[in-house]
Structure formats: structure tokens, C-alpha cells
């Protein structure tokens, strides 16, 4: 009789789609987590960054810098590579004030 229930119980789990999670193929088409967490400060007229990876793959990291007057340019530094658990630091600056300060990331060697 339990033999009959436990059948029961896996056929009807069969038909509603609930395969046990060894049966569930993967893709493939996963990607490694990726992207280092960021943290931007504004004081006044500089702009700092602190990044820190803690995933396995390389991240490319760059600090944008968009300031507020017209007539002062926009600052993008150059990229900076953050490895595996490392942190990496980056400043800039406007002649005045800041508008806007943002980080881009990319894969490292793509």
C-alpha cells in the first residue's frame, strides 16, 4: 500500500512538472557573478571612488565625472583594474562644483 502511495505521489509530481531538482539540466549559458561593488564620495569639487571585487573574474573599473558649469570639463579617468578580491581607488576632479559622479564597468579582456 505505501509502495502505491509513493508511486502515486511521483507520478502525479511527474505530471505537474515538479522534477526533482537533480533532474534539471543545466544550459550553459550562465555567467559568473561579475562587478565590483562600488562606492562614490563628493566632497565639494573631488570625486572618489572605492571598488572592491570580490568575484574570481577581473573587473575593468572607471570613474565618469560630469561638473556642474558649463565651461569646466567632464573628467574621465583612466581604467582601472580591480582582481580578484582587490579594491582599488580613483579621484578626479572639477574646477567647481560636481553634477554628477558614476562608475562603468567592463569585463577584463573582452
Known sequence: MRTLRRLAVMVLA???GLAPPAAVARTGTEREPFGAACRTYVHGSRATVSCHNPYAVSD??????ECERWWDPDVDTEPAEAGPA????????????IRRAWVTHHRSGT
Open 14 to 16: 511527474l505530471i505537474a
Open 60 to 65: 575593468s573599473v572607471q570613474l565618469h565625472i
Open 86 to 97: 582587490e579594491t582599488v581607488e580613483m579621484t578626479g576632479r572639477c574646477w567647481m562644483e
